[in-house]
């Protein structure tokens, strides 16, 4: 044989793997909205930058007559790419082939890749579409699961792990993307569950949609597994790219540094904010205030909605943003809160994105079902996260800090690198009602119009407490500061600690309270 | 996001009173109930096999009340407290939601005592029960503040 003869073969070869599960299976996929696994990533990557792996891997079922079916490249497709020239390293079952059933060849596929995005240190995307393991394979595909998660786990805090769920999840599959650092889900194409709605039924007795129980919104606004909520598969990969561009390719470099952009002149830092501690406003919009261009990259904007995350640029350096948020529960730290800023706290500690924490809130949640549900443990990790978190870290309190709650958000006492406080700022156990209330008791009950009483007591705990200098007399918070010269302090703050370097303690890890 | 004002809810925490917007989660928590042990309510949903008690009788934490299938599995529910049975809700073959009222309980009346290990007429057991049915709610409520005193 001739080698063009050869090379003619390959092509042939090639194009017959390249259609998957066939074009039947293909225009399925299409009529369910979605996708094939081989356009998501062409969608996702940079132009011409997909090479492919392992496009020939035969799969290894012997068993119930497998051994006679063709599954091309095994239902996943692996490869390396690029985004905005970042190099990732990216897979994507392929739903076509086999419904992206799991078996050893695939796993492998998918560990290889794996492995190599840990050798490269860069980024790793896996495109999840299955309907879980190939169960003629038995306890070979439970094995290429194992052998995935243990990667997942090996590869954390190493190189950042995303996970973007565009169809059936189920099951031990799950624990992929749970293990992984951002879950992206797309309304009605996602659905992530441990046991799916006709177990449920039968051992339960109670029925709910596949939707109800675990797609896209679910997981967004409920649960928190997913991170990026999008309407549609090309909003998803565009939520992706911008993510791409403020993190780092692994834990041993910095984000890619951008030209520094000033805000944009519509976010007016000093009207933004009510001297009233008791009014709300969206502390988002004093992150726009601040950031380069009033750009605000949100991360679970739906969870837990009372403390918002996300990334900005400060400079044209990635920054890390934590805000309570009073416009929900007046930005009170409960359960979900917590783990949701804890999360994101150490993801940024891990690839050292700079942390900006800005302050406003009454305390925690309280409530029965919060301290059933563990908010103890759970508020505990937000001081656990700050506290070993070696990257920059800057507080600035815009207002009330009260109670445990001002000691969780990166102060002073947490060894913070700076604490700036608005004028506006209250450092106090409590609101000065409640203290008021406690210190006063005597004198306001036993005077004669005790309502009189109270009212002038607490305006007179309001005019000596109610402000940030008597913590800036204790030196618990650095410097007092006007609204407008925020970013100024921002930057020169970030630029003061570019040089920090805390000696880390040679212990295996900690043990956050998880 | 531009805040309605309209929509904003007064948050009360510590004596002051906060204007902001509850979130769905907040507005659905699982409110807390106190345990009444003169309800017994199914932990699971599942199938009533087997009814062991009679309305009318006396039992105490010993007295396996019924068996009911669930998870694959046939589970012993015992009585909460020493009392009577004053209603039965459910019959044998039965399927149970969770969180179904199943049993009512009330405390023994001491009075009674002697009464109650004879009561053979169960003519007039079903009388007896429709009176006191009708009061049955004043009862319940003092039976529940004797049992929760009880408890602690």
């Given amino acids: 044989m001739s080698l063009k003869r050869k090379t003619r073969e390959l092509v042939e070869r090639r194009e017959q793997v390249l259609l998957g599960g066939g074009e039947t299976a293909i225009k399925k996929q299409q009529a369910m909205g979605k996708l094939t696994a081989r356009a998501r990533i062409i969608s996702l990557l940079d132009d011409d930058s997909f090479q492919e792996y392992d496009l020939f891997a035969q799969h290894e079922g012997r068993d119930f007559d497998m051994d006679k079916k063709e599954l091309p490249g095994d239902g996943v497709i692996t490869g390396t790419g690029k985004i905005y020239g970042s190099p990732v390293c990216i897979f994507a079952q392929d739903f076509t082939v086999a419904g992206g059933s799991l078996g050893l060849m695939h796993a492998r596929k998918i560990t290889k890749i794996m492995d190599h995005a840990l050798k490269l240190k860069v980024p790793l995307i896996g495109i999840n579409d299955s309907g879980g393991a190939r169960v003629q394979e038995g306890v070979n595909s439970l094995a290429g699961y194992g052998e995935i998660f243990y990667r997942n786990t090996l ?72 991170h990026f909520f999008a309407h549609s598969e090309q909003e998803c990969f565009e939520q992706i790219k911008t993510l791409i561009s403020f993190i780092p390719w692994n834990h041993s470099q910095r984000a890619k540094r951008l030209r520094p952009r000033s805000p944009k002149n519509t976010y007016k830092i000093d009207d933004i904010v009510p001297a009233d501690p008791k009014q709300p406003y969206d502390v988002r919009n004093v992150i726009r205030a601040v950031a380069d261009s009033s750009e605000f990259f949100e991360i679970q904007e739906q969870f837990a909605p009372n403390i918002v995350i996300g990334y900005g640029r400060m400079n044209g350096q990635t920054v890390g943003f934590v805000a309570n948020q009073p416009i929900y529960l007046a930005g009170v730290l409960d359960v979900d809160s917590s783990d949701k800023a804890a999360r994101f706290i150490r993801f940024c500690d891990a690839f050292n994105i700079p942390l900006i924490t800005l302050v406003d809130l009454p305390g925690y949640l309280p409530g029965v079902d919060q301290e059933y549900a563990g908010v103890i443990r759970h508020g505990a990790k937000v001081l656990y996260a700050y506290s070993e978190a070696t990257v920059p870290r800057i507080t600035i309190i815009l207002r009330k800090a009260y109670g445990g709650g001002y000691i969780a958000m990166n102060s002073r006492h947490l060894n913070a690198d700076m604490v700036f406080a608005w004028p506006s700022a209250e450092i106090a156990v409590m609101g000065p009602e409640g203290a008021a209330n406690i210190i006063f008791k005597k004198e306001i009950m036993s005077a004669e119009d005790p309502e009189k009483m109270r009212k002038l007591k607490i305006k007179e705990y309001k005019d000596k407490f109610a402000n940030p200098y008597v913590a800036a007399a204790k030196g618990y918070v650095d410097a007092v500061i006007e609204p407008s010269e925020t970013r100024k302090y921002l930057i020169y703050s970030l630029d003061v600690l570019e040089t920090k370097d805390v000696p880390r303690s040679n212990r295996k890890h900690g043990c956050i309270p998880l | 996001m531009d805040i309605n004002q309209k929509d904003l809810q007064v948050f009360s925490l510590e004596g002051s009173d906060y204007q902001t917007l509850l979130t769905k989660k907040f507005l659905t928590r699982t409110k807390y109930q106190p345990d009444d042990p003169t309800r017994i309510i199914a932990q699971i949903p599942g199938t009533i096999v087997k009814i062991m008690v009679k309305e ?44 179904e009222l199943l049993l009512e309980l009330e405390e023994p009346r001491s009075d009674k005592k002697s009464k109650k290990t004879e009561r053979p007429a169960e003519r007039e057991g079903k009388d007896s029960q429709r009176s006191r049915f009708g009061k049955k709610g004043k009862k319940i409520k003092k039976t529940t503040a004797h049992s929760r005193s009880g408890t602690r």
């Avoid at chain 1, 624990?175 to 177990?199: N, Q, W």
């Avoid at chain 2, 012993?76 to 407290?81: A, I, L, Q």
Wanted: charged content about 15%; overall charge neutral.
């Fill in chain 1, 155 to 226: 590869a954390s805090g190493v190189i950042p792990q995303i996970s973007v769920i565009l169809g059936p999840c189920a099951g031990g599959a799950v624990y992929s993307p749970a293990l992984t650092d951002f879950v992206f889900v797309v309304d009605r194409i996602s659905k992530m569950f441990i046991t799916g709605p006709e177990v449920i039924k039968t051992v339960l007795g109670e029925e709910i949609s596949m939707e109800e129980l675990g797609g896209a919104t679910i997981h967004s606004s409920i649960t928190g597994n997913a």
């Fill in chain 2, 56 to 99: 009318g009788q006396s039992v105490n934490p010993a007295k396996c009340l019924f068996i009911i299938d669930a998870m694959k599995m046939k589970n012993k529910v015992h009585s909460t407290m020493t009392g009577i049975i004053s209603k039965i809700h459910i019959r044998e073959g039965q399927i149970v939601a969770k969180n």
